[in-house]
């Protein structure tokens, strides 16, 4: 909390419903800043016409826009003190709602690769301005060390003692094939300005965001005081690739995807052998390691290709409707009637963006 008693709102939900329990909290805060704004609306004469215009439009997009808002929200509470109007009471207590406020939802791998994953996967449909960080260790760490869809091929963990024998779900790519979720990659140890980007590209986008963070952890099986560098070793050899997909550069006729890291420049041994994880089964089965390690630097070197091609793809330039000439207009024939239930549009939606709390949860 700051000097002015503002902070982050903290809310522990059930390991399985993180997703969901934020995704209420943002329609709430949706719903409550609409209903502030309808006051404001009312009350324009009492509270001046151009006090109310400057509420209901702010554009609060950057921290200079909403320490303007919480400048307007101070001088709207002044003047409601004085007003009789019992609507005006109602304002008063939503007034606060009227500045942008932020939804993130935070949790492990084990809950949003696993147990969590269909009510992930519903708030990045969703379209609502809901922020996901996963902190991905690659295994339930808070239960055991348990093996979860993270979890790299090859690595040992429970229920995967003879080595996983499948690749890590890819939740990054998954997310992107909507197109309408920003979706990040990061390393913080490999590029912590990259780590800084996406978290400010993700909160300035207006709709579902996700982050995926490289989390060391001691399941992994080595002195942590080398946490950082292993990241550095995770983005060297290609096996942890940073990439950004902000679906807003689609606007400006660009390439959503951009891929922040360079070419893999170390082999991946050099990577997954600094780790009790990978280097326990060269020692117990030394083949079944060997062959685990060909797999998986073929879907590295496989993985990388792909991201590397669609990030160099050209972006193209927006649609736009056809411009029919005067001739054409007038020789064309007038379009069909649009029928009764096309014609009923469907009621606005809540306002998005501003949130309000954070539901977190720690578990994997």
């Known amino acids: 909390m700051n000097a002015e008693g503002r902070g982050p709102t903290w809310s522990n939900s059930l390991f399985e419903d993180n997703a969901e ?47 303007e808002q919480r400048a307007r929200v101070a001088a709207l509470k002044a003047k409601l003190q004085g007003v009789a109007d019992p609507e005006a009471r109602h304002l008063l207590a939503v007034a606060d709602m009227l500045v ?28 609502e301005n809901v922020n996901i960080l996963v902190l991905d260790t690659e295994v339930y760490s808070n239960t055991g060390g348990q093996m979860s869809k993270a979890t790299p091929l090859g690595a040992v963990a ?18 992107m094939s909507y197109g309408s979720v920003y979706v990040a990659r990061v390393a913080f140890g490999a590029n912590d300005m990259q780590t800084i980007k996406a978290f400010l590209e993700a909160e300035a986008y207006n709709g579902p ?10 399941a992994h099986g080595y002195d942590l005081i080398h946490g950082l560098e292993q990241q550095k070793a995770a983005v060297q ?27 893999p420049s170390l082999p ?54 056809p411009v029919a000439s005067p001739a054409a207009a007038a020789t064309s024939p007038a379009p069909a009637a649009t029928s009764p239930a096309a014609a009923v549009t469907s009621p606005a939606p809540a306002a998005t963006s501003p949130a309000v709390a954070e539901p977190k949860e720690e578990k994997k």
């Open 100 to 127: 942008k406020k932020s939804v993130w939802a935070i949790g492990g791998d084990g809950w949003a690769y696993d147990i969590g994953y269909g009510g992930l996967d519903h708030v990045l449909a969703s379209g």
């Open 209 to 218: 965001s996700l982050l995926v963070c490289y989390s060391h952890c001691i």
């Open 237 to 263: 050899c290609g096996y942890w690739p940073l990439v950004r997909y902000n679906p807003d550069l689609v606007k400006q006729g660009k390439n959503p995807l951009q891929l922040d890291s360079k070419a």
């Open 21 to 67: 329990f934020a995704l209420g909290m943002r329609l709430a805060v949706n719903h409550q800043n609409a209903f502030a704004k309808e006051l404001t609306k009312r009350l324009a004469s009492s509270i001046g016409d151009d006090l109310a215009t400057a509420l209901l439009n702010a554009d609060q997009a950057g921290e200079k826009g909403v320490e």
């Open 268 to 321: 991946l041994d050099k990577y997954i052998y600094n780790e009790t994880r990978f280097s326990m089964l060269r020692q117990s089965q030394p083949e079944v390691a060997k062959h685990l390690l060909g797999l998986a630097e073929e879907e590295v070197a496989k993985r990388w290709r792909f991201y590397d091609y669609m990030g160099a793809q050209p972006g193209h330039a927006p649609e736009s409707a």
């Open 158 to 175: 429970k229920f995967a003692f003879g080595g996983k024998p499948r690749p890590k779900k890819d939740l990054t790519l998954m997310a």
